[in-house]
């Protein structure tokens, strides 16, 4: 319908810009026959409270960050595709009649949206994408619908907007890792028929998503992420926010870290696994998942995934959606395998370049 962007095709190409509680990850990708290329990334921190729990509170100052992002890496593309959290958005799969042009389908999915939206229909952005034949009735199609608080939307394109790039597309995080996945089922053993839960856990909020057959059947957030290790270290080391987070990355903490401060933060991250697994058990016909990748921030500590694969038995891997992509030799090679897992999200979007 055009009014979000994030179900449809968009012009190329597009700089994936992944905004998040703590920081702006960004990401070009190019590509060559079927094999991608990664063009130029950057993370950059955000000041305190810019975003709070993925809602923007401060336009300008996460404006300012994608801008100083763009010049670091000096990419001369001005299209910009961004997300909103799962949790804003509301989907809904609908028959309509085979055979509709989109100008219809667009009238009379407005007519019947207010069914399936619980907020005035002013105040939200709509998009719908034709997903194929209803296997019900061969006369009907399915059609997924979208719908977003226009608030959401505003704001992440007044942020691409004041940053001085174009806003192209504004898509959903579960739909953008969904696409990024389609990079990581390549390198699982057992491709068909595979049930994947992917566990992206950022600062502050930590993402279920369950794909079979590399479609997204549930998503789950919940509030838990890595800023509780950071700031337990701040809290048991008397060190600021930012010497924790660089303790927690660079080491050099004392001897009692491993055992009594990272020790736990690791048990706690495999009980939200557990919790998260538990919640989509009890809410669907599964009882178990074959593969469980990790993704986030969180995902690259040491000996993370080996953990949760002893304690819960399952297959854990960590997410690196580059793993079989060419890399500019203007980019840090090294630091994007280390940041891999974190940059999920910005791939999927960086990915829209080619729908």
């Not at 939206?117 to 194929?132: H, K, M, N």
């Not at 940053?163 to 390198?187: G, K, N, W």
């Not at 701040?234 to 870290?257: F, I, N, V």
């Not at 736990?264 to 495999?270: I, Q, R």
Request: net charge negative; charged share 25%; hydrophobic share 45%.
């Amino acid at each position: 319908m055009g009014i979000l962007g994030f179900l449809e095709q968009k012009a190329k190409p597009v700089l994936g810009l992944d905004i998040s509680s703590t920081s702006v990850k960004l990401l070009e990708l190019s590509r060559h026959g079927d094999s991608y290329r990664v063009e130029c990334y950057a993370v950059k921190a955000l000041p305190p409270n810019a975003v709070v729990e993925k809602n923007i509170t401060d336009i300008e100052a996460v404006a300012e960050v994608v801008q100083a992002l763009v010049k670091q890496v000096k990419s001369k593309v001005k299209d910009a595709a961004v997300a909103v959290a799962g949790s804003a958005v509301i989907t809904k799969v609908i028959e309509m009649p085979s055979g509709l042009g989109d100008d219809a389908m667009e009238t009379q999915i407005a007519l019947e949206a207010d069914q399936y939206i619980p907020y005035p229909l002013e105040e939200v952005a709509i998009d719908f994408e034709v997903q194929g034949a209803s296997e019900r009735n061969p006369e009907m199609m399915d059609v997924l619908l979208a719908a977003c608080r226009r608030e959401n939307v505003d704001l992440r394109a007044d942020v691409l907007t004041a940053a001085e790039l174009q806003p192209r597309v504004v898509d959903v995080e579960a739909y953008t890792m969904e696409r990024a996945f389609s990079l990581i089922i390549e390198q699982l053993e057992e491709q068909d028929e595979q049930v994947v839960a992917v566990i992206d856990i950022g600062a502050t909020m930590t993402t279920l998503s369950v794909l079979s057959d590399g479609r997204t059947i549930y998503t789950r957030e919940q509030l838990f992420g890595g800023k509780q290790l950071t700031e337990e270290i701040q809290r048991r080391y008397g060190l600021s926010t930012e010497e924790a987070g660089l303790a927690k990355k660079q080491g050099g903490l004392p001897d009692d870290y491993e055992i009594e401060v990272l020790g736990p933060f690791k048990d706690a991250v495999v009980q939200q696994v557990t919790r998260s697994l538990q919640f989509f058990f009890s809410s669907s016909q599964y009882n178990d998942v074959d593969h469980i990748v990790l993704a986030g921030g969180v995902a690259a500590m040491e000996g993370l995934a080996a953990t949760i694969e002893e304690k819960l038995g399952t297959q854990t891997t960590v997410a690196n959606p580059f793993a079989n992509m060419a890399v500019s030799p203007k980019v840090n090679a090294v630091a994007l395998a280390n940041d891999a897992p974190s940059l999920m999200i910005a791939t999927g979007l960086a990915m829209r370049s080619f729908d």
